[in-house]
């Protein structure tokens, strides 16, 4: 019965053992696994979950949570920059059997540059527009950072609409960063 | 029994037998947790594979055909073109691969590895052969070609035939799950480069571009109504050795307009490796010129 009732806590208190080259990394990952209500333990005491920089170190078999690792096999895999919420969040998913993957890894897929026909292009200043939109700023808001008037705020939004083929603001956000993925271009 | 019924029980073992015999073509590579990917037989002591399911490490276990095991030895990854290739630690018989050209409405035979030695299979039509194509990744494929066919994550990277037996070339996962195919024609490109320096070398200049529309007011300085913006730049790469920002619009490198990226592309083959590039670029409202000389591409 006590047994069940563990199982079921919101906040269990995991061990976690962090690995990290880098010591200002290390330390910086251990502050928040220790803020988040874990143990941080030593990377040879027995441990839930590892949490590692980059690449696991060979061998460790484990439940891991790695950051900007690259193998696919890996039960947890969040990007470089993750915050804390998003590391807590892994710890605990990947202590509980699941796998952790963000989005657009598992969108994958080996694909081609996208190209959009030009007349669907948007120009710097709506790209701008739809960062602000896509922080949840008001049209208001949008005007006062950008130095524009209301007027052209509506305008450049109604631009993005019918260039994205979207009808609210959330469609819009979400069918420019679906441009983004296909079409960025590394050169 | 009719006329019908035989057509259709010639069909089945016809494709039975085609399968069976292409075991011989085919290896699987072992993965962790038990799980594993297929690998295409190139020559006797070579497979490929498809580059983005194959983690980083230096030596896998194979199951060859007929169910031994084998190791083998990464030779040369290229992600531009998905492909692996590795060199196995003991020789298998000689493939015979006969190069083939995809068509439109064609049948094609997908087959992956079942892990113990023989071979899986699956049944479609070419959905779509179109043109040559650059992957977002920079490289060339010689061929678009869309299968119609579901694939399980164990298949991927088998060869792919058509109805004479030819091999249209290796299955792979495009975008949401599209079952695309890697031309023969372009594993033959890649695989001697591969196998002789371990990678494809490319030019590079270390920045994440996107397109956009030029400004109205700067069409007329800019002469082109689009260009390539300047998402993020690498530390210490070419292009940041040069002074370029985030923010710059980016109009022609070496007087080819980024207007229509796949020319840009071309630019940037092994040969562009330490060229100075004249970079045309649209910043806080002015048009301007930048040199730099192009790197060649680290490692991904």
């Not at chain 2, 060869?159 to 023969?184: E, H, K, N, W, Y």
């Not at chain 2, 045309?280 to 991904?300: C, D, F, K, N, Y």
Request: aromatic share 2%; with cysteine.
């Amino acid at each position: 019965m006590r047994q069940a009732a563990s199982q079921l806590a919101p906040a269990e208190r995991l061990r976690v053992a962090v690995h990290a080259a880098d010591v200002t990394r290390r330390s910086a990952l251990s502050r928040v696994v220790a803020e988040a209500g874990h143990v941080v333990v030593g990377v040879e005491d027995a441990a839930d979950v590892v949490l590692a920089d980059g690449g696991l170190p060979p061998g460790e078999t484990r439940p891991a949570v790695t950051l900007g690792g690259a193998d696919r096999d890996l039960s947890g895999v969040l990007s470089r920059d993750a915050g804390a919420n998003q590391i807590d969040a892994a710890i605990r998913a990947v202590a509980a059997g699941l796998i952790v993957r963000l989005p657009e890894a598992t969108e994958g897929g080996f694909a081609a540059i996208g190209e959009t026909d030009g007349h669907a292009l948007l120009t710097p200043r709506e790209l701008e527009v739809l960062g602000a939109l896509a922080e949840g700023l008001t049209n208001k808001a949008i005007a006062r950072r950008l130095n524009i008037s209301l007027h052209t705020v509506k305008f450049h939004i109604e631009s993005l609409f019918r260039k994205l083929g979207a009808r609210t603001r959330t469609e819009a956000v979400a069918k420019a960063s679906e441009r983004r993925r296909y079409e960025t271009i590394n050169l | 029994m009719t006329d019908q019924a035989d057509l259709l029980a010639q069909f089945s073992s016809a494709l039975a037998a085609r399968t069976e015999a292409a075991k011989n073509a085919i290896v699987a590579i072992h993965l962790p947790h038990g799980r594993h990917i297929t690998g295409m037989v190139w020559q006797s002591d070579v497979v490929v594979a498809s580059e983005q399911s194959l983690p980083r490490k230096d030596e896998f276990e194979l199951v060859a055909p007929g169910g031994s095991a084998l190791t083998a030895k990464i030779a040369g990854r290229d992600p531009s073109t998905n492909i692996v290739m590795l060199r196995l630690a003991a020789p298998l018989a000689s493939p015979s691969i006969v190069a083939s050209e995809a068509q439109a409405g064609a049948i094609a035979l997908v087959i992956g590895a079942d892990g113990s030695g023989g071979a899986s299979a699956r049944l479609g039509l070419v959905n779509l052969a179109g043109p040559e194509w650059h992957s977002s990744r920079g490289g060339l494929i010689d061929r678009r070609i869309v299968l119609d066919v579901g694939l399980a994550r164990r298949e991927e990277g088998g060869p792919v035939f058509d109805a004479t037996g030819g091999c249209l070339g290796m299955s792979t996962f495009g975008p949401r799950g599209q079952v695309i195919v890697i031309p023969t024609a372009t594993i033959g490109r890649i695989a001697p480069q591969l196998a002789k320096d371990g990678r494809i070398a490319r030019g590079w200049l270390g920045v994440a571009l996107q397109a956009v529309a030029v400004p109205d007011a700067l069409r007329e300085s800019a002469e082109q109504s689009s260009g390539l913006m300047v998402m993020s730049v690498v530390e210490g790469g070419p292009a940041a050795q040069a002074g370029v920002l985030a923010g710059d619009i980016i109009l022609s490198v070496d007087g080819t307009s980024t207007h229509r990226f796949r020319r840009i592309a071309k630019l940037f083959g092994s040969d562009s490796i330490g060229r100075k590039a004249d970079i045309r670029l649209i910043r806080s409202g002015s048009v301007m010129s930048v040199q730099t000389t192009i790197a060649e591409r680290r490692a991904a």
